[in-house]
């Protein structure tokens, strides 16, 4: 990871970190003061964010250590195993507020919102929006699959708190209304915890090439050599900036070894040059079936 990307995923992590606890203490304090679990465990979700959040600023920080005798391409992936985290961090979190939502519901108690659960959650809405704007502006400008996480923790948060919101106007006539909210909540968090985790685990299991990437590897092909066959056998494995390629050429077996060497090499430079990788061509003789 570049000095400049790490400055911007740390600034904007630090920033999370801060204004989310902030927002802690407030809604803690508001959730206890009315008796309310929704704004309670929305306290503790916002918690999670600044966990989160410093986990983010771990995994980058990791994954500027340059290459060396046991991790020989680098501490790339450090940033994909962060997001999962992030993503258990959601799952636990909705697990618990479904707990706490149904124990509230069974207890059939109504609570009694005012001014103090309107202004925390108005303040709530707007601030964690305006993190995950952040976080998605600075995940499209560094490519960071942590940072376009947490922004995905800060939204979830914005949409709980304005859930709250609109429970806090029909608090009055529905007793129900808070712990009804809180399981809306907790499946909302689930989903985005599925998502996140899903994201940050495909890299780390290996990826099927897009069509995209197919077509423009048989394009850089074509462009290198007639002699260069069929593409196939291709493998892409990621580590943060760092993005390995594998493939298999057929080509002509009567072409020596240092002819087919030669035309290899130059479509493994091509190929670095316009998809920004590090290839690794294997060459299969037209002859030979199977791979």
Known sequence: ???RRHRAVALMSWSSIAVNTVLFGLKFWAGTALGSVAIVADAWHTLSDSLSSAV?????????????????????RAELI????????????????????VAQLRAAEAVEFGFLALAVCIVSVVSKEVLAQGSFLVARRTGSASIRADGWHHRSDAV??????????????????????????????????????????APLLGETPSRAVLSRMHAIAASVSPRLGQVHHVHIHRYGDHIELTCHVRMDGALTVDEAHAIVSEYESALREELKVAPTVHVDPRSKRGF
């Open 160 to 201: 709980t708190s304005l859930l709250i919101l609109i429970g806090i106007v029909f608090g009055g006539r529905f007793w129900w209304i808070d712990g009804v909210l809180g399981i809306i909540v907790a499946l909302f968090l689930l989903y985005a915890a599925i998502a996140i985790i899903r994201e940050g685990s």
């Open 1 to 3: 990871m570049s000095d």
């Open 82 to 101: 962060a997001a999962v985290v992030i993503g258990a961090f959601l799952g636990a979190v909705g697990f618990n507020i479904v707990l706490d939502s």
């Open 56 to 76: 983010v600023l771990a995994g980058a920080r990791t994954a500027r250590k340059p290459a060396d005798s046991e991790h020989p391409f680098g501490h790339g």
